[in-house]
């Protein structure tokens, strides 16, 4: 009996990860331009639960964000493609920030909490967090090389795409990308 209740326990498991995979690939066909760069996993895979330094002075790790889809951006005040996509993720917390979804940056290596605050001020980013990862060490974990890098966490607080370089994040193609998970609610 054991047997026969692991079998079914074990198809139901297999056909909810495939039901899984077909909704990401539903919404991988949504990417159009430079969102092509966006490449979702096969499976969810773990983040770092490394503590980082909020504006504050506090400590947050990533599992605060579980039970909402979160695009979370490593960036650096020196980094020239940064400058220019910071405002676009702005633009799309604006639009579609709330209970279901945010987005999250988190500066990591040497920038000083006056840095970061300049460079928002510069481009006119007053909405996206301004958290650090001095040591590097949540990007380490995350195989973070090279700046930005942009991960998509679904509600369970899992990487379920990355995207290496940057991107029009205020685009159509994001926009729906992001819409799309949210709709499909925390199986995303």
């Known amino acids: 009996m054991k047997i026969i209740r692991f079998g079914l326990l074990y198809m139901a498991l297999a056909l909810g990860a495939n039901a899984a995979a077909a909704d990401l690939s539903a919404v991988a066909a949504l990417r159009e331009g430079d969102m092509k760069k966006l490449n979702f996993h ?7 639960q490394t503590p980082f330094e909020r504006a504050d002075g506090s400590t947050g790790t990533l599992s605060d964000y579980a039970g909402k889809h979160v695009v979370l951006n490593f960036w650096a005040t020196w980094c020239a493609p ?11 917390q604006t639009e579609l920030g709330g209970d279901d979804f945010e987005v999250v940056t988190l500066a990591t290596g040497r920038n000083a909490p ?12 007053d ?20 700046l930005p890098i942009t991960v998509i966490l679904n509600p369970e607080g899992q990487e379920i795409a990355r995207l290496q370089g940057d991107a029009h994040w205020n685009s159509d193609s994001a926009k729906a990308i992001v ?10």
């Open 42 to 48: 096969e499976a969810p895979k773990p983040v770092s």
């Open 82 to 92: 940064c400058r220019k996509e910071m405002p676009m993720l702005s633009e799309l």
């Open 114 to 125: 006056p840095a970061m605050k300049k460079f928002f001020d510069e481009i006119g980013v």
């Open 127 to 146: 909405n996206l967090p301004l958290h650090r990862d001095p040591k590097s060490a949540v990007a380490r974990e995350m195989g973070v090389f090279g």
């Open 179 to 188: 819409k799309a998970l949210i709709d499909q609610g925390a199986g995303g």
